[in-house]
């Protein structure tokens, strides 16, 4: 019998999610995300991930994002989940009416990347801003859960913590894998600077 993983931790603005305050998402679904992976409170690249959630937030709703506040509602949600290691994920919104960002911070077990190549798919698709990372994109859930067991992911190289599984194959073309080269793109990711959140 498999363990069920424990259901994800929600937060608003700091505040634990509450049948109101999960209608933001569920009704004003335009806005944008980012997802990071902590171990023991630290992120790899925190510094990218809060700089892509300002300027996307300055692009969609003319607003600055402070990136203390982000840090500090990724502290209070892991702290309220009672993890160091986790999958974060944090979306932005900006309802009607609304005259500061809406920040939702979901905390779930950390995501443990399989090794090995990996086999991708190629799909007529194309998202709009493709620059701004956002909910309820509907292609790319589509095609993910058409391809199935392909193990179809969003990239031709996978990077996760540290493991960097290489493409062999999309849709009949099969791509030799080079291990010298997987070897480097470990060492310069690992080489990243992990930043406490």
Known sequence: MTTQPPPPHIELDGRPATEETLRIPAL???????????????VRGL??????????????????LDG???????????????????????????????TRTTLMVTVREPAVMPS?????????YARTAPHIKRPGEFGQTYYGVL??????????????????????????TVFPVDEELMKDLGAVYDSAPEEAV
Do not use: K, W
């Open 28 to 42: 004003y679904g335009f806005g944008h995300f980012t997802a990071l992976q902590v171990r023991d409170g630290r």
């Open 47 to 64: 510094g990218l991930h809060l700089a892509r959630l300002d300027a996307a937030n300055r692009e969609l709703f003319g607003l600055p």
């Open 68 to 98: 203390d506040r982000v840090r500090e509602l990724i502290r209070h949600a892991l702290a309220g989940a009672g993890r160091r290691d986790a999958s974060v994920r944090v979306n932005a919104y900006l309802p009607p009416g609304a």
């Open 116 to 124: 090995g190549a990996r086999s991708l798919m190629s799909v007529p």
């Open 147 to 172: 391809a199935g067991p392909l193990d179809v992911r969003g990239g031709a190289c996978v990077r996760h913590r540290h493991q960097a599984p290489p493409v062999r194959l999309i849709d009949d």
